[in-house]
């Protein structure tokens, strides 16, 4: 929340640009150490998928239920949302969509996909941190206000560093005891990693919910989605000597279209309230189901 006032950016962005980059450090670790070990690719790209449903349909639906007591049953979105920030969410939410698609109809990956991916994340950080009001831009910050920022810099990235471990630990036991009863891996990188990884992300929207900053659980969730698509996802393809067969992941990818389809739906209608978030979670139900289910037959 100090970053964006000393910023000038709205807390959507500082959701989706910092917060975000700082809980999917999870993701990125699981990622590279499943590429080191080439037979484990599976794994990471299976939780690069997987934890975009989890911010999805776990994480925002919760956040909206948590919402909705506060505000009393109201369906409505953050009006503190600004028309820029909301760009952001739909580019994230389209992102996170459409490229999965496009490599499931190509049908392999490589690294030169994998570097198109990073280029895009890096691009589209640069141009949301040129963000900010436009008070803040014409205004210089102060030395005073640099120390304060580079101190809630450095909080903020070493309790997300305190999660991150604790995630790490929770998805190196899991997935341990996942291959002792020969779950295949794709459901193991979709759902007890994916879930694990998410940890950060789900402390962090419950507890910006809980003060009253939905907005920054919007951008915490779909910021993540959008980097696990694309710089994560290209860590993972970069690091890859093979070129990844992208049909397996066939399920996964559209069940996540899905999910990013009903939020496109909620954020064009202004929608966050407790039948939104009862949704989500009962489509979150009905993945842990289909794969399951459909791996085991």
Same mark, same amino acid.
């Given at each position: ?19 975000s ?43 909206f239920?948590f ?21 952001s ?12 698609? $496009?490599? /499931? ?7 030169? #996909? !994998?570097? +198109? &991916? ?6 589209? *950080?640069?141009n ?13 910050i ?79 969730a779909?910021?993540?989605?959008? $980097?696990? /698509? ?7 393809? #970069? !690091?890859? +000597? &093979? ?6 992941? *066939? ?32 489509l ?14």
């Amino acid at each position: 929340m100090k970053v964006a006032e000393i910023t000038g950016l709205g807390k959507t962005s500082i959701g989706f640009l910092l917060v975000s980059s700082l809980t999917t450090l999870p993701e990125l670790s699981v990622s590279v150490i499943a590429v080191l070990g080439q037979e484990n690719v599976s794994i990471a790209i299976g939780n690069v998928i997987g934890s975009n449903i989890v911010n999805i349909c776990l994480i925002l639906g919760i956040s909206f239920l948590f919402a909705s007591l506060k505000n009393s049953g109201k369906n409505m979105l953050p009006h503190s949302i600004e028309k820029e920030n909301m760009q952001s969410l739909y580019f994230g939410v389209f992102v996170a969509s459409v490229i999965p698609l $496009i490599l /499931i109809y190509v049908g392999e990956a490589s690294r030169f #996909i !994998g570097l +198109i &991916l990073i280029i895009l994340f890096i691009y589209n *950080s640069i141009n949301l941190s040129k963000g900010g009001t436009r008070e803040k831009k014409k205004e210089k910050i102060t030395s005073r206000e640099k120390q304060r920022l580079n101190r809630f810099l450095s909080l903020t990235f070493l309790g997300a560093m305190g999660v991150v471990a604790s995630a790490y630990f929770i998805v190196d036991s899991a997935s341990y005891i996942a291959i002792a009863i020969g779950v295949p891996q794709v459901v193991i990188g979709a759902t007890i990693v994916a879930f694990g990884t998410s940890l950060p992300e789900l402390v962090i929207s419950i507890d910006a919910t809980k003060k009253g900053h939905l907005d920054l659980a919007f951008g915490n969730a779909i910021g993540a989605c959008f $980097i696990n /698509i694309t710089c994560i996802l290209g860590v993972a393809l #970069i !690091g890859s +000597i &093979l070129t990844v067969n992208m049909t397996a992941f *066939s399920n996964l990818v559209m069940f996540s279209i899905i999910a990013n389809l009903f939020l496109w739906y909620f954020l064009t209608n202004k929608k966050a309230g407790w039948r939104e978030g009862i949704l989500l979670l009962f489509l979150y139900s009905m993945f842990l189901i289909m794969i399951f289910t459909g791996y085991r037959t």
